[in-house]
């Protein structure tokens, strides 16, 4: 064999690996910004509420109720960076009325982690119209509830980019006023 024909073999055998290597990076870097780059929107969930104390007025006239709630909220970030979010309020609702409201304090929730917040609420009837469905509901002794927050953050990624998410809580439950429980919590 001639060495012109070895020379042309080895330019083409390197030029080959130079291609492979490129070929290979370039799909080191798509999968990268696919699925490791990818700002996914962090979820906020009620993962328990539990009643500390229950006052309930069943008049036909002036129905009312007053409930102290603790509650579980969980937040749930699968980002490959940490998630930071600002003061926020969660809202408590029944029927479409504002019966309780409450902070939840700014706070970062480390990369693939699930953060807990232990809340306490007061929740009463004085918004309540007059004229609503309250006395039927208490004496069913079952009354409904929805709970909402949005958090408002950033997602940190290898402290270099940031990406604005808003978590979303919608989450109901109810109240069974006779033997002081909770049941159907259920989130979206």
Do not use: W
């Amino acid at each position: 064999m001639t060495t012109g024909n070895l020379d042309g073999r080895r330019k083409r055998k390197c030029l080959a690996c130079i291609v492979a290597g490129v070929i290979i990076q370039t799909l080191i870097i798509v999968f990268f910004f696919v699925f490791i780059m990818r700002v996914r929107t962090p979820k906020v969930r009620l993962a328990s509420v539990s009643i500390e104390s229950i006052n309930i007025n069943p008049s036909s006239k002036s129905s009312s109720f007053r409930i102290k709630v603790n509650a579980e909220v969980k937040v749930k970030n699968t980002n490959f960076g940490y998630y930071k979010f600002q003061n926020s309020t969660a809202t408590i609702l029944y029927r479409g009325a504002e019966v309780g409201k409450t902070t939840l304090v700014k706070a970062r929730v480390k990369a693939r982690s699930t953060k807990s917040f232990n809340i306490t609420m007061s929740i009463n009837s004085n918004k309540v119209s007059s004229d609503s469905h309250l006395a039927g509901d208490i004496s069913s002794k079952n009354l409904s509830f929805s709970a909402s927050a949005i958090l408002e953050g950033k997602v940190h990624l290898f402290m270099i980019f940031k990406k604005k998410r808003s978590a979303k809580m919608d989450c109901t439950f109810v109240i069974n006023t006779s033997s002081k429980t909770v049941h159907d919590l259920l989130c979206k």
